[in-house]
């Protein structure tokens, strides 16, 4: 209705459509903006994406409004088309203070990365395996986390993975192991759950396989107390 009444006071037509069939070039050609209100049950095949690409690419308009960043979950254009996504929704999520990894890809897929809460940047190492270490503020009992996917290249995504605490940073406890994980989306949230009562300053997620590539990528680590 807002978008409707924009339209009747600066003398635009609006249309109002929740079908993705209405992606095609020539429909689109017919307007000069798009605008996403709702990302919710609509997602665009390939070739309806295609025609919203070549749209935007041919100079017409977009804007996205409330939830519409969490549309095309799966599709890297998107996200470079609206710069970045929202960060997951996690409850209690810790803010780390530092990071630190086995290798990294600087200056802009670095360790930090990885808990800057943006799922638009990442972390990356040219190894298959690989750890990322986080420190906290003070002691926490973690005992949840969760694990972010990036945007390309599922085959860089951890498949077989250790979390482990420190209270120094040097000296680490296993305190869950996963296996055979993947992750079918990008940008994909995944929470983890396991037992633990003890506080650590210190967390790393020690990768030990990925999913087939020989390089590690990951969006974002949240730990979870």
Known sequence: DAIR???????FAVDASSDPGVFTFGNLSRYRGVVFLSANGVTLDDAQEAAFQAYIKGGGGFLGVHDAARAQPSS????GLIGTRPAASLPNAEKPVSARASAENPPNETAAKAIDGSTGTKWLTFNPTGW???QLAKPVVVSRYALTSANDFPGRDPKNWTL???????????????????FPQRFQT????????KAYQHYRLNVTANSGEPLVQLAELWLIG
């Open 76 to 79: 890297a254009w998107f996200t």
């Open 132 to 134: 990322l270490a986080v």
């Open 164 to 182: 482990q605490g420190s209270e120094d940073g040097n000296t680490w406890t296993d305190l869950d192991t996963r296996t055979n994980e993947t």
């Open 5 to 11: 009444g924009l339209g009747a006071e600066h003398g």
């Open 190 to 197: 995944k929470q983890y759950s396991f037992t633990n009562t």
